[in-house]
């Protein structure tokens, strides 16, 4: 978490002097994106929530999206997360939102990505989404770098 907290408090004074807002859907980062943006004094001024969607169960319960929506595409893809992202931030009426999901291993996930995978997404003012291969099994040290890379776009599409 320490090596998130000088990227989470920069997006944090950027937030509060631009008044805007931001919303979380987090799958393989288990919630650290959301407690790095927590952890900064203030929070309250621009974080409107966070949803930690590790199950098809959760998404069909916490994303507000018809089942068609998601026709033709799998989770852990770029268009899968942008797709999340866009309607979280709309449905929180939020400046700006993250979605992601991954595979943090030890094993793949059930979509056929290796451990290490993570697709996330910003959507906002700008929008992108890029996908992170660590080749790693390690399941803490994928986290970490899925929500150090979420963090880091976000800050890119801020700018």
């Known amino acids: 978490m320490q090596e998130l907290l ?3 408090e920069k997006i944090g004074a950027l937030l509060k002097a631009r008044s805007e807002t931001i919303v979380i859907a987090e799958s393989s980062t288990g919630g650290l994106i959301s407690s790095a943006l927590l952890s900064v004094p203030g929070a309250s001024a621009y974080f ?12 069909r319960l916490l994303i507000d999206l018809p089942e068609d929506a998601f026709k033709g ?3 852990s893809t770029e268009e899968y997360v942008r797709l999340i992202a866009e309607s ?5 009426g939020a400046s700006w939102s993250i979605a992601e999901s991954g595979a943090t291993g030890p094993t793949g996930n059930r979509y056929g990505d290796a451990a290490g ?6 959507a906002g003012a700008s929008a992108r989404s890029l996908t992170i291969e ?12 899925f929500a150090a890379g979420a963090l880091n776009l976000l ?5």
């Not at 660590?134 to 770098?145: G, H, I, L, P």
Request: aromatic residues 4%; contains cysteine.
């Open 6 to 8: 000088p990227i989470a």
């Open 48 to 59: 409107l929530g966070g949803e930690v969607i590790y199950t098809l169960k959760a998404r």
């Open 73 to 75: 595409m799998r989770a």
């Open 88 to 92: 979280v931030r709309t449905r929180f």
């Open 117 to 122: 995978h993570s697709s996330i997404a910003v």
């Open 134 to 145: 660590t080749a790693s099994a390690d399941r803490v040290a994928n986290m970490r770098a």
């Open 155 to 159: 800050a890119q599409c801020m700018g």
